[in-house]
């Protein structure tokens, strides 16, 4: 599998493209973060009357796995994009049949 120097120079761009936007995101998300506790700690203590003692810290495990289901659902979206370029009639011919289910599913007659 022969690959040419601007083939390779684009993966190589596109390499540091996604890392930059990774780090951006990693940086965004840290400033939130810290916003949150911020102002959690201006607001009412954790565990009062107002959230009945169920408060979570900024930094839970639940929003780690938000950040995370966040970034797998920008890729999957990247790749049908990509590939909705590469291949436009399958595409076209995908979504219609997506519709024709959605709309069986969603249809209230019985048949």
């Given at each position: 599998m022969a690959h040419t120097n601007d083939e390779i120079e684009e993966l190589n761009s596109l390499k540091h493209a996604a890392s930059e936007r990774r780090d951006k995101r990693a940086n965004s998300a840290s400033k939130t973060r810290a916003a949150s506790k911020n102002s959690a700690a201006s607001a009412s203590p954790a565990?009062?009357?107002?959230?009945?003692?169920?408060?979570?810290?900024?930094?839970?495990?639940?929003?780690?796995?938000?950040?995370?289901?966040?970034?797998?659902?920008?890729?999957?979206?990247?790749?049908?994009?990509?590939?909705?370029?590469?291949?436009?009639?399958?595409?076209?011919?995908?979504?219609?049949?997506?519709?024709?289910?959605?709309?069986?599913?969603?249809?209230?007659?019985?048949?």
């Open positions: 565990g009062t009357q107002e959230d009945g003692g169920q408060s979570l810290p900024p930094g839970s495990e639940s929003e780690e796995l938000v950040e995370k289901l966040a970034g797998e659902v920008e890729t999957i979206f990247a790749e049908i994009g990509k590939a909705s370029r590469e291949r436009p009639v399958l595409a076209l011919v995908s979504a219609f049949a997506v519709g024709i289910l959605i709309g069986h599913l969603l249809s209230k007659r019985k048949g």
